[in-house]
């Protein structure tokens, strides 16, 4: 199992499945529908943001094309910056470290828990990241 956390939005990937572009097109159209019902006033103006690395999906031709069709702002990924990646950086050490020792019954008790401990971590790393790029 992995989770793709993205803002607010959680998505589990399946064991043995790859982050390709076309798993990360099908996760972009799944936040862009989360974005319309969480955030009516952010699709309506049109002023969300999205903010990925430069990962191979990420950057792929189908991807800029998709973004581009929807006009999607991305905020740049500056060079060589992995405070501004939480997620590679510190996010999933983390993780590990707040789900060290704790039993579960299910692996829907583990999504459940892992998601939980993802959005009390991120909110946290997002504001440190608003500092950061502001600076």
């Not at 500056?78 to 050490?93: I, K, Q, V, W």
């Not at 060290?100 to 401990?117: A, H, P």
Request: with cysteine; net charge positive; glycine share 2%.
């Amino acid at each position: 199992m992995k989770v793709m956390l993205i803002g607010r939005v959680s998505f589990i990937i399946p064991c043995g499945e790859t982050v390709n572009k076309e798993l990360y097109l099908n996760v972009l159209k799944r936040l862009r529908e989360a974005v319309r019902r969480k955030r009516p006033e952010a699709w309506t103006n049109n002023t969300w943001m999205l903010h990925h690395d430069n990962a191979p999906a990420h950057a792929s031709l189908l991807i800029r094309e998709f973004l581009t069709k929807h006009e999607t702002t991305v905020v740049p990924q500056p060079p060589y910056s992995p405070e501004l990646a939480p997620a590679d950086f510190f996010l999933f050490p983390k993780l590990k470290s707040s789900l060290k020792g704790r039993q579960f019954q299910t692996v829907e008790e583990i999504e459940e828990n892992s998601i939980w401990d993802l959005r009390a971590i991120l909110q946290n790393t997002f504001q440190n990241w608003k500092k950061c790029w502001e600076q």
